[in-house]
């Protein structure tokens, strides 16, 4: 299971001070005091805004390629913090909530909101095979896979929501 401590001043440093270690703490908003993984996700819609504007092949590909960076990553910053998937990684919100908010690149403002929360949820309960991966795999791709499938479930729930809607 990943550390769940306060980063250290020479941690924080460390992570600063890498393009792997900017980009896996989302830019600055996982060294937020409290809920990093929440506000990784908030700051992850400023960028998907601007996306939002492409095609959704166009998205699958900033998404992909989003993710393999993310992977190394996350791997480079862990090995900088000493901690395999510290709350400050947050690379991986970013990916996931993109992935939960695919269904709503030409959906109404509340499909953002809606899916912003679903993937919420999902990353934070994990039900199966969701904290199967987190448990399971380690370094890089163990900090991003649990979120991609998050945002799956997402996702798949939200176009439920917007086709019945």
Same mark, same amino acid.
């Given at each position: 299971m990943?550390e $769940?401590?306060?980063?250290?001043?020479?941690? $924080?440093?460390?992570l600063? =001070?890498?393009?792997? #270690? %900017?980009?896996?703490?989302?830019?600055?908003?996982g060294?937020?005091p409290?809920?990093?993984?929440?506000?990784?996700?908030?700051?992850? *819609?400023?960028? %998907? !805004?601007?996306?939002?504007q492409?095609?959704?092949?166009?998205?699958?590909?900033v *998404?992909?390629?989003?993710?393999? &960076?993310?992977?190394?990553?996350?791997?480079?910053?862990?090995? =900088?913090? #000493?901690?395999?998937?510290?709350?400050?990684?947050?690379?991986?919100?970013f990916?996931?909530?993109? *992935?939960?908010?695919?269904?709503?690149?030409?959906a109404?403002?509340?499909?953002?909101?809606?899916?912003?929360?679903?993937? $919420?949820?999902?990353? &934070?309960?994990?039900?199966?095979?969701?904290r199967?991966?987190d448990?399971?795999?380690? #370094?890089? !791709?163990?900090?991003?896979?649990?979120?991609?499938?998050? #945002? *799956?479930?997402?996702?798949v729930v939200?176009?439920? &929501? !917007?086709?019945? =809607?």
């Open positions: 990943s $769940r401590k306060v980063l250290t001043p020479e941690q $924080r440093r460390a600063l =001070a890498t393009p792997a #270690g %900017w980009l896996a703490c989302g830019f600055g908003s060294l937020a409290v809920a990093q993984g929440t506000f990784g996700s908030l700051a992850a *819609i400023l960028p %998907w !805004l601007l996306l939002r492409y095609s959704l092949s166009v998205n699958v590909l *998404i992909a390629i989003g993710f393999v &960076v993310g992977v190394w990553a996350c791997d480079v910053a862990g090995r =900088a913090l #000493g901690v395999d998937d510290h709350r400050s990684l947050v690379w991986d919100e990916i996931g909530q993109w *992935i939960a908010l695919l269904p709503a690149l030409l109404p403002w509340w499909a953002v909101v809606l899916g912003f929360a679903l993937f $919420r949820l999902f990353d &934070v309960w994990k039900p199966w095979p969701i199967y991966f448990q399971h795999l380690k #370094g890089g !791709l163990g900090v991003m896979v649990d979120d991609v499938i998050a #945002g *799956i479930f997402a996702a939200l176009k439920l &929501v !917007l086709v019945w =809607a």
